[in-house]
């Protein structure tokens, strides 16, 4: 990734540019890794080394800010980004039976990413949608008041 080129129009170009636009502000790792992560969809090591050589950070700084905040990936994440919600009121009311329905019907557990790339599923804690428990999203689709059942269904809209 160390190549550097002018065209603006591949992932590398991009990354280059974000980190000359970035370079001399205070406090631009978070937002270079942010832009990184959009172009690329996860932040694999050669990205976190040429961000690292750009801003003139050391890598193991920048690993430590991409490993401590979940916001950030090391492994590439699916089309489909989903969040069952865990937090009191969604448990309460059955989220972790709709989480284990979406865990049987992809066959992947909390943390990765189906064969295809096209499903990802995280937990959280809470998605500031209460009123809607038991909650799930999928990139900014809200679905809320859900039962097991309703998973198939969910899932069906995304299948091409």
Do not use: W
Not at 88 to 116: E, R
Not at 149 to 160: F, R, T
């Amino acid at each position: 990734m160390s190549k550097k080129c002018q065209c603006g129009e591949d992932k590398i170009c991009q990354l280059d540019k974000v980190i000359k636009e970035h370079k001399d502000m205070a406090g631009a790792l978070i937002p270079v890794l942010h832009k990184a992560q959009k172009i690329f969809g996860y932040l694999p090591m050669a990205v976190q080394k040429q961000i690292s050589e750009g801003l003139d950070i050391s890598l193991a700084e920048i690993y430590g800010v991409v490993t401590f905040y979940s916001e950030f990936s090391t492994e590439p994440k699916g089309k489909y980004q989903i969040n069952v919600c865990l937090g009191t009121a969604c448990y309460v009311k059955g989220a972790n039976d709709i989480l284990d329905q979406f865990k049987k019907q992809l066959k992947i557990d909390v943390g990765q990413t189906t064969s295809d790339n096209k499903f990802s599923m995280n937990a959280c804690r809470c998605v500031g949608a209460c009123g809607l428990a038991p909650v799930v999203t999928i990139n900014e689709e809200v679905y809320g008041k859900l039962v097991a059942d309703d998973v198939k269904e969910i899932l069906e809209k995304y299948l091409d």
